[in-house]
C-alpha cells in the first residue's frame, strides 16, 4: 500500500515524540490501543494553567506508519488550542489531512481517542483538585 | 434440512444427495462444511482426513462432464473448502471466526475495551525492546517467546472450557487473550527486525 507524502514526513520525521511527566497535575496521559493490529498509543499534553491552553504535547506510537503520522499530527493540531478545542478535533479530520486510505482510517480514530482519554485524565486530575473537593478532604 | 435442488429429497450428507447423487450448494459455514461441532478443540488428524477426502470429492475435474450448475457448485465448494481449511486448522485463526460468528466483531473493538494494563505493559515492553542494545535483542525474543507459549496453554485452557460450557463469558475471555497474543506476535516481530 503506497503512503501519502504527508503521512510519509510524519512517519520520517515524527513531532513531538517523547513524554511529560504523567505525575504534574497539568499533564494528562492517554494510553489507547488497537488489539486487531496490535498497535499502542500514548498520548500526553500539558495545560497552562493560568490561560487554559494546551502547551505541549507529546507522543510515543508503537504500530504502522498511519498510527505514527496520526498521532504526530495530532500532537502538532493540540499544541496552542483550548481542552474544549481540542475536543473538537474529530477522527475525519486527520484522515483528511493525511489522505488515509479506508483500511487505515481506525488509526485516526486512535488517534482521536487517545486526544480524548488524555483530556479525560487532565480533568480527572483538576477535579481531584478542585478546592471544592479540598475543602471536603 | 434442506432438500436436493435437483431431485427435492433430503441429501444424504451437507454435500450429496443420497437419491440421484447431485452436488449441494456449500454451506457457508466452515464447521459445517466440515459436518464438525462448533467447538474449539478440534482433531487436527481428523479435519486433514476431511479435508483430503473432500477435496478429491468436490474437485472440479470431478465435475467436468455434468450440468452447470453442479461445475458452479464445484467450483464454490473448493474456494470455500480451502478457506475452511485454513481458518480451522489454525488455533488462533479458529478462535477469530467463532467469535465473528458469536458477535464479537474484531474489527471494531475499541481501546475501552483493552485492559489498560495490558496497554501499559506492552508499551513499556516495546519501549524496553526499542532501548536495547544488539546482544539483548536474543534474550528479549525468548521472554516474547516464552509469554505467547503461556497465553497458548492458557488458550487451550479456555477453549475446552468453552466447548463444555458454551458460555459467553469464557468467549469474552477468549477475545482478551486472542489481543494479548497479537500484542506480543507484534514484539516478536519487532525484534526479529520483521515488522
Known sequence: MAYSDKVLDHYNNPRNVGSLDRNDPNVGTGMVGAPECGDVMKLQLRVDEASGVIEDAKFKTFGCGSAIASSSLATEWLKGKTVDEALAIKNTDIVNELSLPPVKIHCSVLAEDAIKAAIHDYKKKQGV???AEAALA | MPVCWNCGKPPRDIHFCADCGSLQPPPANYFDFFELERKLVLDAAELDRRFYAL????????FFRRGERERQYSLDSTAILNDAYRTLKDPVKRAEY????NGFETGEQKSAN???ELLEEVFELNMALEESAKEEIAAAL???AAMRGESDVEMARQFERYDQSRERGVLAEIRGLLNRRKYIQNL???ANGTR
Open chain 2, 188 to 190: 516478536i516481530e519487532t
Open chain 2, 55 to 62: 477435496s478429491r470429492r468436490l474437485h472440479p475435474d470431478v
Open chain 1, 129 to 131: 483538585r478542585s478546592p
Open chain 2, 98 to 101: 467463532l467469535l465473528k460468528e
Open chain 2, 114 to 116: 483493552v485492559p489498560p
Open chain 2, 142 to 144: 525468548a521472554k516474547f
